[in-house]
């Protein structure tokens, strides 16, 4: 079975720095994009960084470009993300995604269990 599992979140100061991890497993890993996605309360999920299987290409949204850097490991099979400059805005439940694509099928969504971070002095 797939699963994606997440830990590092945490509470930190602003300006603090944090990285998450995503354990992922049942599946093959270095062949999908794997994404970072964050949900605050009253908020919509919104999409935070993605990454080719290979690594080789990267995204970020706005609000965290310079700040965020995703980077996996295709032998362990981890997909990471460090956040650095944390601003309270950044306050949010950080979840890891990715979509499994195949031919003549529906795609299906795989979601870890979330990990919540949040900026406070």
């Known amino acids: 079975q797939v699963q994606l599992v997440e830990s590092g979140g945490g509470l930190v100061h602003p300006g603090g720095s944090l990285r998450l991890s995503c354990a992922a497993s049942?599946?093959?890993?270095?062949?999908?994009?794997m994404n970072w996605y964050r949900q605050a309360p009253g908020k919509e999920r919104e999409l935070v960084a993605t990454?080719?299987?290979?690594?080789?290409?990267?995204s970020y949204a706005d609000s965290v470009k310079g700040r965020f850097t995703i980077s996996r490991d295709n032998v362990k099979n981890m997909v990471y993300l460090q956040m650095n400059s944390l601003k309270p805005e950044d306050t949010a439940v950080y979840y890891c995604?990715?979509?499994?694509?195949?031919?003549?099928?529906?795609?299906?969504?795989?979601w870890g269990q979330g990990t919540q971070v949040t900026v406070s002095s």
């Open positions: 995604y990715t979509k499994r694509i195949r031919v003549g099928e529906r795609p299906y969504d795989y």
């Open positions: 049942g599946f093959t890993f270095s062949t999908y994009a």
């Open positions: 990454i080719t299987s290979n690594g080789g290409r990267t």
